[in-house]
């Protein structure tokens, strides 16, 4: 927990709100290692259904603090090693926390949602692009690299819009990036919590257990032969099946009643 980061727990839904709006939810190095101490200690908590990334006034996230890039340049370490490589790789630890997490991830992106905030947008599971919003890759117009985001933002986008974007620094309005498919819908500023509620109904629908677990199949595409994942699945899958808690849900389904988890 940090001064820049507020954490909310209502009931299965634990909301991250980005707190500095005065620097439009730019990154400090705190809040970096806040949200990835947040993010270890829900991973394996199957009770978190969601967690719903927001940023305070107005903006997501503007990226990561010039500032702390700069401090870390003139940095020393104790062990000898680059302090700017240091601060760059554990922005990349908080993604892989991220997107390592079994529960749902919601994105509710206004404003600035640049850098490393184009990052997390891309991490999510579900992104919502308020109308407004503009997404926008600026490290290479800086002199430098998107070095952590990049891999996220091929998977997300495929490599020729990830290109395009590297290239250019362009940037894309909610509706472009719903178009390309970085965000997954386009919202109207006065819909925002309408259109959460919507998506958090369609998670509470679904068992937790199994969306984690469908979560880390997806995961390993690309990483392991198929056959391997395809092996592992189908292990997995037999085991889920006979379990309790699969067999109450294929039950309430043949009895049109509502599965255990959805009331939750």
């Known amino acids: 927990m940090s001064d820049s980061l507020e954490l909310r727990r209502d009931g299965g839904w634990l909301h991250v709100t980005f707190q500095r709006p005065e620097k439009r939810n730019a990154m400090s190095l705190a809040m970096v290692d806040a949200m990835t101490s947040t993010f270890a200690d829900v991973k394996d908590d199957r009770s978190v259904r969601a967690v719903i990334l927001r940023g305070a006034g107005g903006h997501f996230c503007s990226g990561g603090d010039i500032a702390d890039m700069q401090q870390a340049a003139s940095a020393s370490t104790d062990d000898g090693s680059d302090a700017i490589a240091a601060l760059n790789r554990r922005f990349g630890a ?3 926390a991220l997107d390592g997490l079994g529960a749902a991830v919601v994105a509710v992106c206004e404003g600035a949602v640049m850098g490393g905030g184009f990052g997390i947008a891309c991490v999510a599971d579900i992104t919502l692009a308020v109308d407004g919003s503009r997404f926008r890759l600026p490290e290479t117009s800086l002199g430098i690299t998107p070095a952590q985001i990049a891999p996220f933002i091929v998977q997300r986008l495929g490599l020729s819009q990830a290109r395009r974007l590297a290239v250019t620094g362009a940037t894309l309005g909610a509706a472009e990036a719903v178009r390309v498919g970085l965000a997954h819908e386009l919202v109207d500023p006065s819909g925002i919590d ?5 998506v958090l ?22 990483t392991a032969p198929l056959d391997d994942i395809l092996d592992a699945a189908a292990t997995d899958f037999a085991a889920r099946a006979r379990s309790e808690t699969a067999q109450a849900g294929m039950m309430a389904r043949l009895t049109r009643q509502p599965a255990p988890w959805a009331a939750e």
């Open 94 to 96: 908080m993604l892989q």
């Open 194 to 198: 309408a259109a959460l509620e919507t």
């Open 201 to 222: 109904g369609q998670i509470r629908r679904c068992e937790p257990g199994a969306v984690a677990e469908t979560k880390a199949i997806m995961r390993r595409v690309g």
